[in-house]
C-alpha cells in the first residue's frame, strides 16, 4: 500500500500550502500520532467530524516516505476498517498527490451525508503556486 487520505478543511488545505505541511488536529495531538485513513473511510470520517460549510477535502497521500512509522489499530465501534497512525509531526504537503473535493450530497435525521467527488483539484497547479514555480 502506497496511499492513504486525510480529510481535511479547506482552510486548513490553505494553510498548509503556506508552510508546506498538513498540521495536526485536536485528535492527532490526543494521540501523539498523525490520524490518516482508508479509502472507504473518508465519507464516513467528513460525515462525522466536518460541517458542509468547512468545505471538507480529501487529500491523497503518499505515504512511501514514512510507511515504516504508521501504526495500525484495530477497527472499532461501527468502523468497519483499520485506523492508520502515522508517528510523524505533520503531513508534509510534498507527499499530497492529489486533492479530492467531497460533495454534501444531504443532510438527514443521521447527519450530514457526504460524497467523494470524481475529479480531482490541480494538484500540480497548486503546488507550484505553493512553492513559487509558476
Known amino acids: 500500500m502506497s496511499n492513504l487520505y486525510r480529510v481535511i478543511t479547506e482552510a486548513a488545505w ?50 512511501s516516505g514514512f510507511s515504516d512509522r504508521i501504526e495500525w489499530l484495530e477497527p472499532t465501534g461501527n468502523n468497519g476498517w483499520k485506523q492508520p497512525l502515522a508517528d510523524i509531526p505533520n503531513i508534509p504537503v510534498s507527499a499530497v498527490i492529489r486533492v479530492l473535493r467531497l460533495l454534501h450530497t444531504r443532510a438527514d435525521d443521521d447527519g450530514n451525508v457526504f460524497t467523494l467527488a470524481l475529479f480531482a483539484l490541480r494538484i500540480d497547479k497548486l503546488l507550484s503556486h505553493c512553492f513559487g514555480n509558476e
Open 14 to 63: 490553505t494553510d498548509a500550502q503556506k508552510h508546506h505541511y498538513v498540521a495536526r488536529c485536536g485528535n492527532d495531538q490526543k494521540a501523539d500520532r498523525t490520524h490518516l485513513n482508508l479509502r472507504e473511510a473518508v465519507e464516513s470520517i467528513a460525515a462525522a467530524y466536518f460541517d458542509p460549510k468547512e468545505k471538507p477535502l480529501v487529500l491523497e497521500i503518499d505515504i
